[in-house]
């Protein structure tokens, strides 16, 4: 139920702001509005406005529509033409169809800005021991290294740090790096990423790179249990520390975790200390697929004394102006970065893996409600931008199709001819057919290998 009112209020808020921008824009420039929709199909729902407005719930809630009053789809009476959308000028016209996309970047820097205001909790980019084949480990990282610049970049969080890291990386060679040990020593680091695999870098390059959280030591003792898990399955309980694994001596819960994932569907044999008596008990982890790799999983959490992570922690925080630039820097930064991986999926730089839809982004919208407030608010900015950048798209249908052909008016002075204007609706309806299929169908998998 969480998932699905979550999907459910992320919808219906983004396509409301998205219709409205529409909306407001329109009555600006002097258009009668029919109808605002929330929603496709029967109307549940609907009350007139003093205006004449229409304003509907109706039953599909996977999107929404602005009706406006227009030549090309009804008769319009003598005296309502002055206000009808397709009697406007050029100019009008195409701020009316920026206004969608637009609303949808505007309500990003909104929601980014409160949360900069009220402060974001997030890790302090602070590095854990490389793997020693890694191109950390090569290029001389350590455990306890504080990561302050990426690409002269500044950095201030974990998060900040996978952003960035992603961002440059996409298709760089190298990757630089300014970290602080904690005697306060600056170091800059070089990691070579001429090997690393375009698959890598779209799905897991921190962890290909060997860049690893920094993690406090943490006892093998079982925390939390999940009901149908196979370690509650297994007679595992709370408190139970765990001393070895196939007769390998354990220490800390990290070394419990490799085992357990290096064991796919293979039954494993747990020394266990209960009450200080030790006992044998086997499991069988299931087998989960994560990042294209098959890993074993048991369904247990580790028990974590109470001000264990405090000191990992920081708050980003900004007083109103700071806040308001750092908003608007995180929108253009997202926005210009979604295009450029849209770009790239075109010609076949990025895999078309990367497309997702409705299922994934309903499970990613419950699973950010389930976290916290700041979570979700953060995964609507990030939708709304992805909303209001699909739009922009130059396919007909969208608002990007029909601002080419406002851009094509204006550059050769007449309307685009409405026998062109029909094939271009066939051509972005068959685009949005395999667009929305591609979503699917990456979503189906996703779920079936997970």
Not at 275 to 297: F, H, W, Y
Request: charged fraction near 20%; glycine fraction near 8%; proline fraction near 4%.
């Amino acid at each position: 139920m969480t998932t699905l009112l979550a999907f459910l209020v992320t919808i219906a808020l983004l396509v409301v702001v998205h219709e409205f921008g529409h909306y407001a824009v329109a009555r600006l420039c002097g258009v009668k509005v029919l109808r605002f929709s929330v929603g496709f199909g029967r109307i549940v729902a609907s009350r007139h406005d003093r205006h004449g407005t229409e304003w509907a719930l109706s039953a599909i809630p996977m999107g929404g529509y602005v009706k406006m009053l227009d030549e090309r789809e009804t008769a319009v009476a003598a005296q309502d033409l002055a206000s009808a959308f397709n009697r406007k000028n050029v100019w009008q016209r195409s701020a009316i169809i920026l206004a969608g996309p637009m609303a949808n970047l505007l309500l990003a820097v909104l929601l980014y800005w409160g949360l900069y205001l009220t402060g974001v909790p997030a890790f302090k980019p602070i590095l854990g021991e490389p793997p020693a084949n890694s191109a950390a480990h090569a290029a001389g990282i350590r455990a306890g290294e504080t990561v302050t610049r990426i690409g002269g970049e500044r950095i201030e969080s974990w998060q900040d740090m996978h952003w960035r890291v992603l961002r440059e990386g996409i298709d760089a060679e190298r990757l630089e790096l300014e970290t602080r040990d904690a005697a306060g020593h600056l170091y800059f680091r070089t990691l070579d990423l001429s090997t690393v695999a375009d698959a890598d870098r779209e799905n897991r390059l921190l962890e290909t790179l060997g860049l690893m959280r920094f993690m406090p030591e943490i006892a093998p003792v079982i925390g939390e249990l999940l009901p149908q898990g196979r370690a509650a399955s297994a007679g595992l309980q709370s408190g139970d520390r765990i001393l070895a694994v196939n007769g390998q001596a354990v220490e800390r819960w990290d070394q419990l975790v490799q085992y357990v994932r290096q064991a796919p569907a293979r039954k494993i044999e747990l020394t266990v200390e209960r009450d200080k008596r030790p006992m044998l008990i086997a499991v069988t982890p299931d087998a989960s697929t994560e990042a294209g790799q098959t890993i074993g999983k048991i369904g247990a959490g580790p028990r974590i004394p109470a001000g264990t992570f405090e000191s990992l922690q920081t708050r980003m925080r900004y007083p109103l102006g700071a806040a308001l630039v750092h908003a608007v820097d995180k929108t253009w930064e997202l926005s210009s970065f979604s295009l450029e991986m849209l770009g790239r999926m075109v010609i076949g730089q990025v895999s078309l893996k990367n497309i997702s839809g409705p299922v994934t982004i309903a499970d990613y919208a419950g699973q950010s409600a389930r976290s916290s407030l700041n979570s979700f608010i953060a995964f609507l900015a990030l939708i709304s931008i992805s909303l209001g950048v699909l739009n922009l798209l130059p396919i007909p249908l969208l608002d990007g199709g029909h601002l080419l052909y406002y851009l094509a008016e204006i550059m050769t002075g007449r309307p685009v001819p409405e026998r062109i204007q029909e094939i271009g609706q066939k051509v972005g309806m068959a685009l949005l057919g395999v667009l929305m299929f591609l979503a699917l169908f990456n979503d189906f998998q996703r779920l079936l290998t997970q």
